[in-house]
């Protein structure tokens, strides 16, 4: 059994009509959290998302920022995503690529993820929120879009059991493929080395907060995940924590605050600058 099965993830609607997941149901705390660091048999109660927008946060805080939607180019099509678990960052970055494909400068380039998640059982109960019909209702109209074949690729690499494997994700109307996830579940410091050396255009460190999975804050973690960015590439994350921050310039990257969101404070982006 995996440590995560020994917990319930427990629903919860935030303030913009998306939902996201409790670690083992409220304990009064709120907070903000993602995945990918060792699982724990007792809950502590951190929401997956901010409880402001669970959807306005994967699109204002990872998604834009890193790059995609932005016009004059392609932009990334490289993503490393840490904490991968209700997906619903993975399906704001497939919404801004191909909002753009309306525009003036052609199509999107196809998106390869590898996504680290250390918990099965996240990925299991994200898939049964999609379901249900009042979850969607309510929700924005491009989570309604792009939620859904995220899911059915978590699906599939479940049933799978080989999260090596890539994944096809469809775009929601012509069933072309839009992305192809590469998901690796385990300890997110030693599934980063399953990535064969890759660089990312963009990451997204979205693991629970340093008090929570510290495991995933450490200097050496830290490193690696610098370590992985292309040149230009850029590093997004809800913390910022003074040492993550030092980590990460002492890493060679360029830190900066992140774009606030709601009543919280900014987060932090790091940048590999271009190589001249």
Known sequence: MDAGEAMAWVPLLTEDGSWTLIHGGPDGHGGHGGHGGHGGHGGHGEACHSREGAWTESVERYARPCGFGSAGGPGPTRLLDVGTGLGLNLAAVLSLLHEKRAGAWGSPG???????????????????????????????????RWWPPVLEAFGEVLERGGESELVEIAHPETGETAGRLRLFIGDGRRTLARADGALFDAVFLDAFSPGRAPELWEDAFLG?????????????????????????????????????????????????????
Request: charged share 20%; proline share 3%.
């Open 224 to 276: 690696s995940l610098a370590a992985s960015l292309a040149p230009g590439g850029v590093l997004s994350t809800f913390t910022v924590n003074r040492r993550v921050r030092a980590a990460l310039a002492a890493a060679g990257l360029s830190v900066s605050d992140g774009p606030a969101m709601g009543r919280k404070r900014a987060g932090t982006l790091a940048r590999r600058l271009t190589q001249s």
């Open 110 to 144: 196809l998106l390869e993820i590898t996504g680290l998640e250390v918990d099965r059982a996240v990925l299991r109960a994200a898939g049964e929120l999609g379901l249900r019909a009042d979850v969607l209702a309510g929700a924005p109209a491009e989570l309604r």
